[in-house]
């Protein structure tokens, strides 16, 4: 959308709805949902298939963020011998092959109907065979896939969208064409499934899913004192986190924290050992730091995290009896043991 370029979105829609409004990609969204719907954890490539073609690739429940704002473009795959002008700017496009208006434009200029519709090309593709044009775009779609697979060392693909209308003669097509062509299926099986677009699960999990780098063990130790937090990963809208201090061999104190989406910020509510419990929201979240804040308590006031690489900063802060005090957990990654 080139009008939208300079102009503040977010802005503009708190300005109409007096809410507040974050955005989201939504084949980001579609991703996160089904990383909230499936136990397995396993690492995928979600491709959606609509008016244009797009995907996410998700690893450790994330999805990936490229250094541009050009993440899972997988639509604008070009493909040999497909000349025609896409709406990027470049020819050729693999959507302007798979995308629905397109099928249906294909399929009107095979027949010379121009009244043809999408319910026609579902229709042309339950027959004995499947129409040339509707083979050869599901060959140059799972190309595209299979190369994505093979490059980023994943054996899962979700596909979501129009594909799953076209129904099961199509769909077999696509995914033994995938595992053709990807190298993982000549050592074991390549996972394709067909999942609906769950685009509001997606936006709820989106919300928890920003304080994902906090998940893992951390760890820091000075003579006679360590303590440990260890996170959980994201999900249903949660994260919960419990910590120790051990201090020459005993427990000295612990907490439990549960970590969820109230609106459109985190709750951050601690259950310490030996003190009542006290819930401190949201006012800094972002890709590298976490700010908590409750006015209202005694001590802290504030609770923080930063996040630099192998690094964790917890922070606690506020005044107490008129002074200014912070107290810093230097947290190093550790690694979460297994039985
Ligand atoms: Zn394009």
Same mark, same amino acid.
């Given at each position: ?33 089904e990383v909230g719907t499936r136990a397995s954890a396993s690492d995928f490539l979600l491709v959606d298939f609509g008016d244009g073609v797009g ?196 427990? &000295? ?10 609106? $459109?910020?985190? %709750?951050?509510? !601690?259950?310490? /050992? +030996? ?20 006015? &209202? ?10 996040? $630099?690489?192998? %690094?964790?900063? !917890?922070?606690? /802060? +506020? ?21």
């Open positions: 959308m080139h009008w939208c370029e300079r102009a503040d979105l977010i802005a503009a829609f708190n300005e109409q709805f007096r809410a507040p409004v974050r955005l989201i990609q939504e084949n980001r969204a579609l991703a996160l949902a995907g996410s690739i998700v690893v450790n429940q994330r999805p990936h963020d490229g250094n541009v704002p050009a993440a899972g473009e997988i639509g604008h795959t070009p493909i040999s011998g497909n000349q025609r002008e896409c709406g990027c700017g470049n020819r050729g496009c693999l959507e302007t092959l798979i995308a629905e208006p397109w099928l249906v434009r294909s399929m009107a200029e095979l027949t010379g109907d121009p009244e043809v519709t999408f319910a026609h090309v579902c229709r042309a593709a339950l027959g004995p065979e499947l129409p040339q044009f509707l083979m050869e775009a599901l060959d140059a779609t799972a190309g595209a896939i299979a190369g994505i697979l093979n490059v980023c060392g994943l054996k899962r693909v979700v596909l979501t969208g129009h594909i799953r209308e076209l129904g099961p003669r199509a769909t077999d097509h696509l995914v033994a064409a995938i595992r053709r062509a990807s190298m993982w299926s000549r050592f074991d099986t390549v996972e394709v499934e067909l999942a609906q677009r769950r685009r509001a699960r997606g936006l709820t999990i989106a919300g928890i899913q920003r304080a994902a780098w906090l998940q893992g063990c951390w760890e820091m130790s000075t003579p006679g004192r360590s303590v440990e937090e260890i996170w959980t990963t994201p999900k249903g809208g949660s994260m919960i986190g419990v910590s120790r201090t051990i201090r020459d061999g005993t427990l &000295a104190e612990y907490e439990m924290i549960l970590l969820r989406e109230v609106g $459109d910020r985190l %709750a951050y509510e !601690a259950h310490p /050992s +030996g003190q009542p419990a006290a819930t401190f929201l949201s006012t800094r979240v972002t890709a590298s730091e976490l700010v908590f804040e409750d006015p &209202a308590h005694d001590f802290p006031q504030q609770v923080g995290y930063r996040i $630099d690489g192998e %690094a964790l900063l !917890a922070w606690v /802060s +506020g005044s107490q009896n008129g002074k200014v005090r912070r107290i810093e957990f230097p947290y190093k990654r550790a690694r979460c043991a297994a039985p």
